[in-house]
């Protein structure tokens, strides 16, 4: 089973200001099958980012995802005050379709 | 607009068994795979099922085979998750989620806004 380890746990910044998550994998993902999902308070998760760097329909572009083999980031530039929220990567390149530990996007 | 909506959650003692049923709309649901995953309190994301369009393909977990069974009905539009032998432990928010047109290994989206499952005596 591919292990997903998202860094940092939490993160610190203001409006306006440029965040990167890191999600590293234990093995190489197959195809750059890997996701990203945003997690409001109280809400379902919400899918951002699909095949390492596809956004979803409807998703800003200040959303970007990048990477490949096992080491993939995603950025989030200018934030808004709606983007501070939980991240979670998820690998689907095999039928166990783990997930990371999320990293909370908190305000500084 | 694609929706998923589930029911039949609710406090159940160790032991129990309790069905969770998602209805869905605004796709064709019988080319979709369809998943369902947990989310205890406080803590992340863990895919639970799988199945595929006409059922003949079922993932689980390692953690809940052998105690929960996924099926679905097309002609509803319905995904079900029969689980017994539950344990504190399986105690979360479960959430139904569409999979990939045909396809297993794709990304979820969209989810259900989940079903509250608590296993307490």
């Known amino acids: 089973e591919i292990m997903l380890t998202q860094s940092p746990g939490t993160l610190s910044l203001s409006a306006g200001e440029r965040a990167t998550l890191s999600c590293r994998a234990s093995q190489t993902i197959r195809f750059n099958f890997l996701a990203w999902y945003q997690q409001r308070p109280g809400q379902a998760p919400r899918l951002l980012i699909h095949?390492?760097?596809s956004r979803a329909t409807g998703i800003p572009d200040r959303f970007s995802g990048s990477g490949s083999g096992t080491d993939f980031t995603l950025t989030i530039s200018g934030l808004e005050p709606e983007d501070f929220a939980v991240y979670y990567c998820?690998?689907?390149?095999?039928?166990?379709?783990?997930f990371g530990q999320g990293t909370k996007l908190e305000i500084k | 607009e694609v929706q998923l909506v589930e029911s039949g959650g609710g406090l159940v003692q160790p032991g129990g068994s309790l069905r969770l049923s998602c209805a869905a709309s605004?796709?064709?649901?019988?080319?979709?795979?369809m998943h369902w995953v947990r989310q205890g309190s406080g803590k992340g994301l863990v895919w639970v099922s799988s199945?595929?369009?006409?059922?003949?393909?079922?993932n689980y977990a390692d953690s809940v085979k052998g105690r929960f069974t996924i099926s679905r009905d097309n002609a509803k539009n319905t995904v079900h998750l029969e689980m017994n032998s539950l344990r504190v432990d399986d105690s979360a928010i479960y959430y139904c989620?569409?999979?990939?047109?045909?396809?297993?290994?794709?990304?979820?989206?969209?989810w259900g806004q989940g079903a509250l499952v608590t296993v307490s005596s």
């Open positions: 989620v569409r999979g990939g047109w045909y396809e297993m290994l794709s990304w979820f989206d969209p």
């Open positions: 095949g390492a760097s």
């Open positions: 998820q690998q689907y390149g095999d039928s166990s379709y783990t």
């Open positions: 199945i595929n369009s006409d059922e003949s393909t079922r």
């Open positions: 605004g796709f064709t649901f019988r080319t979709y795979w």
